[in-house]
Nanobody, 118 residues
Framework: QVQLVESGGGLVQAGGSLRLSCAAS????????MGWYRQAPAKQRELVAT??????NYADSVSGRFTISRDNFKATVYLQMNSLKREDTAVYYC?????????????WGQGTQVTVSS
């Protein structure tokens, strides 16, 4: 019922920047939170950043380099990634906790690949 469409992934040199976008569509009463998670090969998916009512939370590994923001009108969350490192290479997944006609549910995007080279 709710779809998350991601964009912005790609290949970037170490020290460079990327901006990820994730737009939520569907019948949405309220988005309680949105966030980004990532999963590197052979590793568990981990939290990168979340935003709830303007409050943000970051993993220690990205704090100071990444910025999460949200456009409520567009139901879109962004992740500005600066000073990228090789260890940031992963598939990045958009997440949203959404209240809709069927109540609260957790949704995930399809993932977008971020590759940092050096």
């Amino acid at each position: 019922q709710v779809q998350l469409v991601e964009s912005g992934g790609g290949l970037v040199q170490a020290g460079g920047s990327l901006r990820l976008s994730c737009a939520a569509s569907g019948i949405i009463f309220r988005i309680n939170s949105m966030g980004w998670y990532r999963q590197a090969p052979a590793k568990q998916r981990e939290l990168v950043a979340t935003i709830t009512s303007g409050r943000t939370n970051y993993a220690d590994s990205v704090s100071g380099r990444f910025t999460i923001s949200r456009d409520n009108f567009k139901a879109t969350v962004y992740l500005q990634m600066n000073s990228l490192k090789r260890e940031d290479t992963a598939v990045y997944y958009c997440n949203a906790v959404v209240v809709g006609p069927r109540g609260e549910a957790d949704y995930w995007g399809q993932g977008t690949q971020v590759t940092v080279s050096s």
